[in-house]
Nanobody
């Protein structure tokens, strides 16, 4: 059974930084596209960033230039480094993995991902 586990959320002041981690089990790390999503109370889930098997990445306009991704293949872990955080970044953050191996590009649509973690809460105070 594929497992996706996020960690690293917390409370931070505006302008601060957090690094989220996403560990993937029972799926060949790096062979599938992975994405970060977030959902604030009363809002729809939105795509934050994604990366595909070749390392090609995409970021939502709202986080471009502030968030970056990196991976540690030895740990089957994808990281989301979030800098210059704003109160509007407050949300539950989810990591997801595609079920199609080697898909070209990556998607910020939640419907394109099959495996999801439970989420980690990020709260940015003003």
């Amino acid at each position: 059974q594929v497992q996706v586990v996020e960690s690293g959320g917390g409370l931070v002041q505006a302008g601060g930084s957090l690094r989220l981690s996403c560990t993937l089990s029972r799926l060949t790390f790096g062979a599938y596209a992975m994405g970060w999503f977030r959902q604030a109370p009363g809002k729809e889930r939105e795509g934050v960033s994604c990366i595909n098997w070749s390392g090609s990445s995409t970021f939502a306009d709202s986080v471009n230039g502030r968030f970056t991704m990196s991976a540690d293949n030895s740990k089957n872990t994808l990281y989301l480094q979030m800098n210059s955080l704003k109160p509007e970044d407050t949300a539950m953050y989810y990591c997801a993995a595609d079920a199609v191996i080697g898909r070209p590009g990556c998607s910020l649509l939640s419907t394109d991902y099959a495996f999801w973690g439970q989420g980690t809460q990020v709260t940015v105070s003003s």
